[in-house]
């Protein structure tokens, strides 16, 4: 069953609070992450997976191939690509000094290679503390969110918005054009001549 399948067949209830909405933004991200890379991740581990920046850093290459397969497909584009990749350590072990440079690598990919304005970032110890799990959480859809416009598998969240724009966009060119209402002009006497009259 497909990630939207799956979504539309569970009841859409409104979220009672901040927390049970993170939680199912951490649940999509952990699903998508396993499927994309096959791998064991689920929400209770996800942000330990990604903690040491190693899988960050390898998806960032991975988005910044299929970028370029896209241009080489596609020819130039308006859309921002992602130029080049991030170097990091593998084997880094989660809170050392290299889970932190990969994870800063990957918050200056961000900025650099996708154009992710500061408002949609974190901080390196958002992650690598929790201190901020949200912020992390966020830039990460929205990663995939801009990835998705040149062929990257995105999450189930993301696949779900664009559907509601596209639905959006569809109703809005079908509608009859409306016609701007004519203003209609009122006599009314310059403001000399009214205080002339007040007098």
Excluded at 168 to 188: G, H, M, T, V, Y
Aim: hydrophobic share 40%.
């Amino acid at each position: 069953m497909s990630g939207i399948q799956h979504a539309s067949n569970q009841s859409i209830k409104p979220f009672k609070s901040s927390e049970e909405y993170l939680y199912a933004m951490k649940e999509d991200l952990a699903e998508w992450l396993g499927d994309l890379y096959s791998m064991e991740i689920d929400v209770n581990n996800v942000l330990e997976v990604l903690e040491t920046g190693a899988l960050l850093c390898a998806h960032a290459n991975n988005v910044t191939r299929v970028a370029d397969d896209f241009v080489k497909r596609s020819g130039p584009t308006e859309i921002h690509l992602p130029a080049s990749g991030v170097t990091f350590v593998s084997s880094a072990h989660p809170t050392t000094f290299l889970a932190r440079d990969n994870v800063t690598n990957f918050i200056n990919w961000c900025r650099k290679e996708m154009g992710i304005p500061d408002v949609l970032m974190f901080e390196t110890d958002d992650l690598v503390l929790r201190k901020n799990e949200k912020n992390f959480v966020l830039c990460l859809l929205e990663v995939a969110r801009r990835a998705s416009r040149f062929g990257m598998v995105s999450p189930v969240l993301i696949q779900l918005e664009q559907e509601i724009e596209e639905e959006i966009r569809e109703e809005l060119e079908d509608l009859p054009a409306q016609p701007k209402p004519q203003r209609s002009l009122i006599n009314i006497q310059n403001l000399d001549e009214m205080v002339m009259h007040q007098r």
